[in-house]
């Protein structure tokens, strides 16, 4: 079997294919940590990324924003199950039933159904997260609170005014002082003047330095902060074996209920922690989260309890996706012995008729389209700098479940149905969208 140093040049050569300027790999396994690095945090410098190296981590902050609200719960100063209103009495949703009933948990386990992905800039002060909130009252709500999973990044955005509210710190500081210092963590920030005196890499489109950071203060909860390989591998050592270089900030039964399924989740998630995600891999079950920022630094964070390993993958440009999944693949099979996973064999194409049309989700829309009896289907983003992906072709390989023709190790989208039995949801890239229209091909 393959040792952990191969990874170095595993790591070179998927990053030459995926075109990634720069990225590095962190890997804890049986309580042995490795880092490899490759390229430049920015072409227009050419300065080498190492070990040392800031990124973006995205969505994979919301553990920590999670986190943070699990040590309020121990302290006794916060119940997931009660109204986020009971928190924040002057909360504004445009529903009101939701309005009164969303809880902590339902914005934890992305199921609170108001619209999740927004970009609200409201300034860099301290007072960003509250400004956003008051605008919450203008995102529509898409589903009952409860109703479905359907991931939300305004959920961890009021998560987070949550936790500044009960314990009278900014988000930020209450993070660094609960945890990124316990843990040792001193290379993690999410303002940008801590970072810009440090290592960092930029992000990049199609191999130009993108000048723009892709968030505002306002996301800090739900995807703001920056890291290093080695300080992620803390993160993931301390949910392994309760490791922390202080005094643990959370107790192991906490721990464990971040990590415990509170839900089925939406393709392509199996279910849903209190933020952490769960995936399959063959028979394993992966714990895991990663993290997209405006596709100019991508990032995956993946977890097994049972083999004591974690590997985190830190990018910089929208390559890191392919970049990402491939390592962790090569990882699970050679390091911790995980067969490949195998294709599902497709099944015969149903009557397309009832799959075919425009789901929607805010911005983002799924459009499936019959193409001479094939099923295609495309992501489109109604996002300025945001192009939408090209369209492909998908096979079914479940019942209402579909995935690339071009890879069907695992299902990636899976159609919802109503009590009489009609299509009227898709699950696609961790949403779910709602029918609105037919789209012929």
């Not at 040792?3 to 995926?18: C, H, I, T, Y």
């Not at 490795?34 to 995205?58: H, K, N, Q, Y």
């Not at 050592?237 to 005094?247: D, H, I, K, P, Q």
């Not at 962790?328 to 099979?333: A, H």
Request: with cysteine; glycine share 10%; aromatic share 8%.
């Amino acid at each position: 079997m393959p040792n952990v140093q191969d990874l170095q040049g595993v790591l070179d050569e998927e990053a030459r294919g995926a075109g990634v300027p720069g990225a590095v790999v962190g890997v804890l396994h049986r309580g042995e940590e490795s880092v490899f690095a490759t390229g430049v945090s920015s072409v227009d410098t050419g300065l080498p990324v190492d070990a040392g190296t800031l990124f973006m981590i995205g969505s994979t902050s919301k553990t920590f924003a999670a986190a943070a609200l699990l040590s309020l719960v121990e302290e006794g100063v916060l119940d997931l199950d009660k109204p986020v209103a009971e928190y924040l009495p002057g909360l504004r949703l445009a529903d009101l039933v939701a309005q009164k009933t969303v809880t902590v948990r339902h914005l934890l386990t992305h199921s609170a159904g108001f619209l999740g992905d927004v970009d609200l800039d409201t300034g860099w002060g301290d007072d960003a997260l509250a400004l956003a909130v008051e605008q919450f009252g203008d995102l529509p709500q898409i589903f009952p609170p409860g109703e479905v999973f359907s991931y939300c990044n305004a959920g961890f955005q009021l998560a987070g005014r949550v936790a500044e509210v009960v314990s009278g710190r900014t988000f930020e500081d209450l993070v660094r002082t609960r945890f990124l210092e316990p843990l040792g963590m001193t290379e993690s920030y999410y303002l940008p003047w801590e970072v810009l005196t440090r290592r960092h890499a930029v992000g990049h489109v199609e191999q130009a330095v993108a000048h723009t950071v892709g968030l505002t203060r306002a996301d800090s909860a739900s995807g703001g902060l920056w890291s290093t390989a080695g300080d992620q591998l803390k993160w993931a050592r301390f949910f392994l074996t309760g490791e922390s270089a202080g005094e643990p900030p959370l107790s192991a039964a906490t721990c464990d209920l971040m990590r415990t399924p509170q839900r089925k989740a939406a393709l392509r998630f199996e279910e849903v922690g209190l933020s952490w995600l769960h995936t399959t891999h063959g028979a394993a079950r992966l714990v895991r989260h990663g993290g997209n920022v405006s596709n100019l630094q991508l990032s995956e964070f993946v977890t097994l309890p049972e083999a004591d390993f974690a590997v985190t993958v830190l990018t910089n440009s929208a390559g890191g996706a392919a970049l990402g999944r491939n390592v962790v693949d090569w990882c699970l099979e050679h390091l911790v012995g995980l067969p490949p996973v195998e294709s599902l064999p497709p099944r015969p194409t149903p009557s397309l008729v009832e799959y075919t049309g425009r789901y929607e989700t805010g911005q983002l829309a799924f459009e499936i389209t019959d193409r001479d009896g094939a099923l295609w289907a495309q992501l489109v983003a109604d996002v300025e700098d945001f192009p939408s992906p090209p369209p492909f072709e998908a096979v079914f390989v479940a019942d209402d479940a579909i995935a690339p023709a071009a890879d069907t190790r695992a299902a990636t989208g899976r159609f919802l149905r109503n009590d009489h039995g009609e299509v009227t949801s898709v699950e696609f890239g961790g949403r779910t969208a709602r029918r609105r229209a037919t789209v012929t091909g």
